[in-house]
């Protein structure tokens, strides 16, 4: 019964958490200039502590759903954390590169680094949506 019921649906209510937590935590961090090194040090954090709980959860959630016998479930949550793992390891990459080399004057760097939040921010919404739009075709 747990496997079959619980196991995919708790995966998937925690997934929707993290991601909605994302969403609202990161969104008011647009009003900081990114400019300081402290800025970006959070916001970088921010998105690294977003990857890593979401490819724990998107994993133990595919493998609950393979489990379960729901294999269409299974793969979208094993996308999600390949999509996960892949914007993890270039957004974190590119932000830790700008990082190392930006100041408070050079706008273009910023630019760039509020861009790379702005994109980390625009592929946890289509995600969030990918997962709701999955949670009520199952329903």
């Known amino acids: 019964m747990f496997t079959n019921v619980i196991a995919p649906f708790a995966t998937i209510v925690i997934l929707l958490v993290w991601m909605g937590f994302f969403m609202f935590s990161s969104l008011p961090l647009m009003i900081l200039k990114h400019d300081t090194p402290l800025d970006a040090r959070f916001i970088r954090g921010l998105f690294d502590i977003y990857y890593k709980a979401v490819l724990v959860t ?7 759903n393979a489990v379960a016998g729901r294999p269409g479930i299974a793969i979208s949550m094993a996308a999600i954390v390949l999509i996960t793992f892949f914007s993890r390891r270039n957004i974190l990459s590119r932000m830790d590169a700008l990082r190392a080399t930006m100041t408070a004057t050079d706008a273009d760097q910023i630019h760039r680094f509020r861009q790379l939040h702005i994109l980390g921010m625009v592929l946890n919404v289509v995600l969030l949506l990918a997962v709701c739009v999955g949670l009520v075709k199952l329903l």
Not at 58 to 64: I, K, N, V, Y
Request: charged fraction near 0%; glycine fraction near 14%.
């Open 58 to 64: 998107a994993s133990a959630g595919a493998l609950a």
